[in-house]
């Protein structure tokens, strides 16, 4: 089964400053037939379900600010939110749907304002 | 507007069963692919198990820690999904969400909490 690794696991970032999260997968999620990895990001605030910010790795879904972006292939991928907003504050998680189940999820990184 | 109201949620003993229902509306639920995924008090997000499309074969996979005791099914005429969760175990106390798609979920519903304890 793929694991999902997440660093850090929480994070403290000043408004306006930008916030990175890390995502690596314990192998590649890289679909070579048409070139997308089975990656998404979500975002969860306390007492939510969570929110899908992007797929495909870098697809963000319709109505997340554009401030959100996600980057990475194969194994590492990152999350960037380019100028924090008190909104922002959450946990996010990282999900791989490659191949037949099971998927995973990585175990969350906690964003604060610093 | 699409819409995920899950229900069924209770205490119960260790061994007990329960069946958990998810109500779904605002798209066409016959051609959706639909999952369970859990969050345990305080801890991150679990995937559970899915279900295709009867279209699709409406078979279903799941995870290794719940494979054998949890069974998903869906109602396409009543565009209910459904978890059947058997010989309940305390680690399966958690919030459980009915979620759009087979592989990445779009929509979620708001959880329904189901407390394992003797």
């Known amino acids: 089964d793929i ?3 997440q660093s850090p696991d929480s994070l403290a970032v ?3 400053e930008r916030a990175t999260i890390n995502c690596k997968s314990s192998q590649s999620i890289l679909h070579t037939s048409n070139s997308k990895n089975s990656l998404a990001w979500y975002q969860q605030k306390p007492g ?3 929110k899908l910010l992007i797929y495909w790795a870098s697809t963000r879904d319709p109505g997340v600010p554009d401030r959100f972006s996600g980057s990475g292939s194969g194994t590492d991928f990152t999350l ?3 100028s924090l907003q008190a909104e922002d504050v959450a946990v996010y998680y990282c999900q791989q749907y490659y191949g037949p189940p099971p ?4 175990q969350g990184t906690k964003l604060e304002i610093k | 507007e699409v819409q995920l109201v899950e229900s069924g949620g209770d205490l119960v003993k260790p061994g007990g069963s329960l069946r958990l229902s998810c109500a779904a509306s605002g798209f066409t639920f016959s051609n959706a692919w639909m999952t369970w995924v859990r969050q345990a008090p305080g801890k991150g997000l679990e995937w559970v198990g899915r279900i295709r499309s009867k279209t699709d074969g409406g078979t279903t996979d799941y995870a290794a820690p719940v494979n054998g005791r949890f069974t998903i099914s869906r109602d396409d005429s ?9 010989s309940l175990k305390t680690e399966d ?4 969400y009915c979620t ?10 708001q959880g329904t909490l189901v407390i394992v304890s003797s």
């Open chain 2, 78 to 86: 009543e565009n209910t999904l459904y978890l059947q969760i058997n």
């Open chain 2, 93 to 96: 106390t958690a919030v459980y």
């Open chain 1, 3 to 5: 694991v999902m690794t």
């Open chain 1, 80 to 82: 960037t939110i380019s």
């Open chain 2, 100 to 109: 759009t798609g087979g592989s990445y979920y779009a929509d979620w519903g």
């Open chain 1, 48 to 50: 939510q379900p969570p």
């Open chain 1, 14 to 16: 000043s408004l306006g």
């Open chain 1, 103 to 106: 998927y995973s999820f990585g």
